[in-house]
């Protein structure tokens, strides 16, 4: 089953994949074939969106890596499709018309990370409070202890 | 002053005009009004729902929340391997066993480190514990948002059998931290098993024989939550429900059979699944289920080996990264997990179930009665902690 969407993404995109775990395939493509290829997934079977995952490794000059997990719940299989974003431009087109779940994930992402998921119709603070926008928590450069109530022995 | 519904806590904001066939008919059918369901509301949870009406009808819904966020995929990145379980615990505490699994997995995985088998069957035990303490909880809470509170009294009393059982284990009823990447914490010693047994015999002999005639064939419980928030198989998995809600549609996705974990490739046990897809069939999902858990606990009990029940996990692990999923009580949990070859872990992102089912409810509470939101929330089986992590 991965075999063979290994090889048609391959035949389709120019894509190589390899696998990521038992079960789980592992796709990295560029920013502007990543609609195509979660599209050419979603009619796949791969119909079943998990999570938008983002990973900030700006300390070790690579910059932002946003991952999909979609699943096929009737052959139970992942797959896991990775964008790498420079620091200096982090925008990526949206997929949450292609997988409506998967905008308050983009939504969460934006927040914590402030990758912008262009196309997204609702990109504004949902866990955080409102006052805290822009504060990007989830980065590795955002410091704790700026941000830390003083406490009242140190007053 | 005199208006009794602003008395009664509630604030209604007028939201627009809407023209009914030219007739008058008074405030509440004449406007759109905006509905505070929650902060406050006995069963919403720390939670808010804004629920715009159209006289008895729901318009649209939007969920409100953060209200109990505490940022533990940062906190996360702050500890070490072994420590980092106390946070990963609190993503909900009512099942920690599930949570405590899926991130011992995931580092073991890219660790290399392999557990011992014994290991794997007490977190069996526990993660089926945890489950069956969860389950009671919302069995209790699905009626009690009807207006019953009996059923709630009943279920917490078998839950303390189980805390019991897991006090004797770990020294803590509710955040036990006890599974850790390795195996698990403490050595499961003839006395936490026999507490286990008399928590599965009250269980299996006392409460379910009970509860199952007073409280799941009951006809007013069926009048009133058969046909509501109605989810076909195909909107289940575009909507992106997870757990009980997913398999009351229909959908067989149930990680301990998919992608078997710990114990469960060994054991024998069925995923339970349901046609209707209505809020009856959710909440007939998680008693059924309740009744799968007891077995299985029976069953790892009678298989458990004998041997070590950990390994040494390194302090440093190498670079890697995994992604692993777990059913837990409330749906399947994904941890993706990302080591730099550090103490600690670099990135831990957990794909909560609830969170989930969250948003895929304003699109189900489409044009229903305002009386049945809660028994549509309360059937999604949600957990506060879960969603805002």
């Not at chain 1, 900030?56 to 946003?66: H, M, S």
């Not at chain 2, 519904?5 to 030219?22: L, W």
């Not at chain 2, 009351?248 to 059979?257: E, H, I, L, P, T």
Request: proline content about 6%; charged content about 25%; glycine content about 8%.
């Amino acid at each position: 089953m991965l075999e063979e969407i290994k090889e048609k993404l391959k035949a389709e995109f120019g894509l190589d994949s390899e696998g990521y775990d038992t079960n789980m395939l592992l796709v990295v493509c560029e920013k502007n074939r990543l609609r195509d290829v979660v599209k050419f997934l979603k009619s796949n079977g791969f119909n079943y969106p998990h999570t938008v995952s983002v990973v900030d490794y700006t300390p070790k000059g690579e910059g932002f890596q946003v991952n999909y997990i979609l699943e096929n719940v009737l052959d139970k299989k992942f797959v896991m499709v990775r964008v790498n974003l420079p620091e200096d431009d982090l925008t990526v087109p949206t997929v949450s018309d292609i997988f409506p779940p998967l905008q308050p994930h983009e939504r969460e992402a934006w927040e914590m990370f402030g990758v912008e998921f262009i196309g997204n119709p609702r990109l504004e603070v949902m866990i955080l409070p409102e006052w805290a926008e822009g504060w990007f928590p989830l980065r590795k450069s955002y410091d704790f202890k700026k941000h830390r109530k003083p406490s009242k022995e140190k007053k | 002053m005199g208006n009794s519904i602003s008395m009664a806590g509630y604030t209604f904001v007028v939201e627009e005009k809407k023209e009914i066939s030219g007739e008058d008919l008074g405030l509440l059918q004449e406007k759109l009004l905006q509905l505070n369901w929650g902060v406050q509301h006995p069963a919403s949870g720390p939670m808010r729902l804004k629920v715009w009406v159209d006289g008895d009808e729901v318009v649209k819904v939007d969920p409100d929340i953060g209200y109990v966020l505490r940022l533990l995929e940062k906190l996360v990145e702050y500890r070490t391997w072994i420590n980092a379980i106390v946070n990963v615990e609190r993503a909900c505490f009512i099942d920690n066993f599930g949570t405590m699994t899926g991130y011992s997995i995931a580092a073991e995985k890219i660790a290399g480190v392999k557990v011992p088998k014994k290991a794997d069957y007490v977190r069996t035990i526990l993660c089926e514990g945890g489950r069956i303490v969860s389950h009671l909880i919302g069995l209790g809470s699905f009626i009690g948002v009807l207006g019953v509170h009996t059923p709630m009294q009943w279920a917490l009393i078998a839950r303390e059998k189980f805390l019991d059982a897991f006090e004797v284990y770990s020294g803590q009823r509710i955040a036990t931290a006890s599974i850790i990447p390795g195996g698990v914490r403490y050595e499961p010693t003839g006395k936490f098993i026999e507490k286990m047994v008399t928590a599965v015999d009250f269980l299996e002999k006392e409460f379910i024989p009970r509860y199952g005639e007073v409280f799941i064939d009951n006809p007013t419980l069926k009048l009133r939550s058969r046909g509501i928030g109605v989810v076909s198989r195909e909107k289940a998995i575009d909507l992106g429900l997870a757990g009980p809600a997913l398999r009351a549609s229909g959908v067989a996705s149930d990680m301990r059979k998919d992608y078997p974990y710990a114990a469960y490739g060994e054991l024998d046990f069925r995923v339970v699944t349901k046609e209707e897809g209505d809020a009856y069939a959710r909440y007939l999902v998680i008693w059924e289920e309740l009744i799968e858990s007891a077995k299985i606990i029976r069953q790892a009990i009678e298989g458990l080996p004998e041997g070590e029940w950990r390994t040494k996990f390194p302090v440093k692990v190498p670079p890697g990264e995994a992604y692993v999923n777990v059913e837990w009580a409330r749906g399947c949990f994904g941890f993706h997990l990302v080591s730099d070859g550090g103490t600690g872990p670099y990135r831990l992102k957990m794909r909560a179930p609830s969170f989930a089912n969250l948003w895929a409810m304003p699109e189900m509470m489409k044009n229903v009665k305002l009386a049945d939101v809660p028994v549509i929330f309360a059937s999604l089986y949600m957990c506060h902690g879960d969603i805002d992590r």
